[in-house]
């Protein structure tokens, strides 16, 4: 079985660009989450979807933040205009259930901002 | 908002050896899990434990709740080269999110 699936794996960006990543979750899975891990910050819940219906969108960081989940099979996390202090690992997780703990992680997107 | 520290923040150990990695919260815990990341790589789900007492194992890594289920240890025997990255404790919130600690980066010398 197909894990979650994210691209880009890298991409680097100038600063003021628009960003787009992108996230497959695993069939059947419910639950999409948008998580960003940094060294300073650690990893942070971002937003997370339920049967694509986003439900908790505290973590994001600014109104240059958007998140979509247009149907079941994918998601977008979009940065515009994107900043330095975006730089990060930006990952997409997603699970059966919330509360059981176990989320099935994609590899991450790593965002280098220029 | 409740808060999970990890201790120690790194380690480094020589293979064969037994190691233990903490994570306290700074409320009761609802839910504790642990994750293993690789640098590069996603994390990859190792374990939950919910209730006070409760203990489990994946292969050579035991993880137990506290009674109080305010802390959480990882012990891993026998260390192997396998091991090495880096440990992340999480927990829902009664709020109904999830939080992590910073992670435990574990090195193991053959």
């Known amino acids: 079985d197909a894990g979650v699936i994210q691209s880009p794996r890298h991409e680097v960006t100038e600063m003021g660009q628009e960003v787009t990543l992108r996230c497959k979750p695993i069939?059947?899975?419910?639950?999409l989450f948008w998580y960003r891990q940094t060294m300073m910050r650690g990893l942070e819940l971002l937003i997370y979807f339920n049967n694509n219906v986003p439900i908790d969108d505290s973590g994001m960081p600014e109104d240059r933040f958007s998140a979509k989940m247009p149907n079941a099979s994918f998601s977008t996390l979009k940065i515009q205009p994107s900043e330095p202090r975006d730089s990060a690992v930006y990952f997409c997780?997603?699970?059966?259930?919330?509360?059981?703990?176990?989320?099935?992680f994609g590899e991450g997107s790593r965002l280098t901002v220029l | 908002s409740q808060e999970l520290e990890q201790s120690p923040q790194s380690l480094i150990v020589q293979e064969g050896k037994n190691l233990t990695i903490n994570c306290t919260s700074s409320k009761t815990l609802y839910g504790l899990y642990w994750y293993k990341q690789k640098y590069g790589e996603g994390l990859i789900f190792l374990m939950m434990?919910?209730?006070?007492?409760e203990e489990k194992s994946h292969e050579k890594i035991t993880a137990k709740l506290d009674e109080k289920k305010q802390q959480s240890s990882l012990h891993i025997t026998a260390s192997q080269p396998s091991h090495a990255g880096i440990y992340l404790c999480?927990?829902?919130?009664?709020?109904?999110?999830?939080?992590f600690g910073d992670g435990t980066t574990l090195t193991v010398k053959p």
């Open positions: 999480g927990a829902n919130t009664n709020a109904g999110k999830s939080t």
């Open positions: 434990l919910q209730k006070g007492g």
């Open positions: 997780a997603s699970s059966p259930f919330w509360d059981t703990g176990e989320l099935f």
């Open positions: 069939s059947g899975h419910d639950y």
